[in-house]
């Protein structure tokens, strides 16, 4: 298994630019999520899905899209670029209550 | 909405002392708390997690302890090694909950 796996691994951006980060995982684990960590901030939920078809907002949505059309992917959408989303994120899947969190993709927005 | 703290922010100890990390959680609904390790450039990962249901778990040198009345746990590393430098973070969920955490210990172990 290659667990939850993460692209790209570093980005810079234009603030007003879009992207999309992937997530992938192949454990066939329903309850996906995405965590942006900032210094002294811990990790602050963004979006999670419960299974296929199903997605809903955690802490901090503003800005960020989601959709889950498939059990394997979850891909994080930036429509509009800040600077106030140089973050590094992570994704993560459960199988349970336990998360396995990918290696993080690390943006930076000028 | 639950709401998580963390002490100590960071932590230094000595090698072969042992290290205390505590957290407390404000929704009485939480039965879930796990913690997660994470090291230079890499993701969380889970090193230990206990349910509200029992009140220690231990795992070699990694012991976690809850006192649901108080609503506080802790992560307790004995005989500490240069290798358990990282940062910690414990968490805490619900039910149906997603997990919410704290901001995260810098443990450094000094040789």
């Known amino acids: 298994n290659a667990g939850v796996t993460q692209t790209p691994k570093f980005q810079v951006l234009k603030t007003g630019q879009s992207m999309t980060l992937q997530c992938a995982q192949d454990m066939n684990h329903e309850y996906m999520s995405w965590y942006r960590q900032d210094p002294g901030m811990g990790l602050r939920l963004i979006h999670y899905s419960v299974g296929a078809g199903i997605t809903d907002q955690g802490e901090v949505p503003n800005g960020y899209n989601v959709s889950r059309s498939t059990t394997e992917d979850f891909p994080l959408r930036l429509l509009s670029a800040a600077p106030s989303q140089t973050s590094v994120y992570f994704c993560?899947?459960?199988?349970?209550?336990?998360?396995?969190f990918g290696p993080g993709t690390r943006l930076t927005v000028l | 909405g639950e709401n998580v703290e963390q002490h100590p922010s960071t932590l230094s100890v000595q090698e072969g002392d042992s290290a205390v990390i505590k957290c407390t959680y404000s929704?009485?609904?939480?039965?879930?708390f796990p913690w997660y390790k994470q090291e230079l450039g890499k993701g969380p990962q889970l090193i230990i997690d206990i349910r509200s249901n029992v009140g220690e778990k231990k795992d070699q040198r990694i012991a976690v302890t809850l006192n649901k009345t108080a609503k506080h746990f802790s992560l307790h590393i004995t005989e500490t090694q240069p290798e358990d430098s990282a940062v910690y973070f414990c968490?805490?969920?619900?039910?149906?909950?997603?997990?919410?955490f704290g901001k995260g210990t810098r443990l450094s172990v000094i040789a």
């Open positions: 929704d009485s609904a939480s039965n879930y």
């Open positions: 993560a899947s459960s199988l349970g209550d336990t998360q396995y």
């Open positions: 968490a805490a969920s619900g039910g149906n909950t997603p997990l919410v």
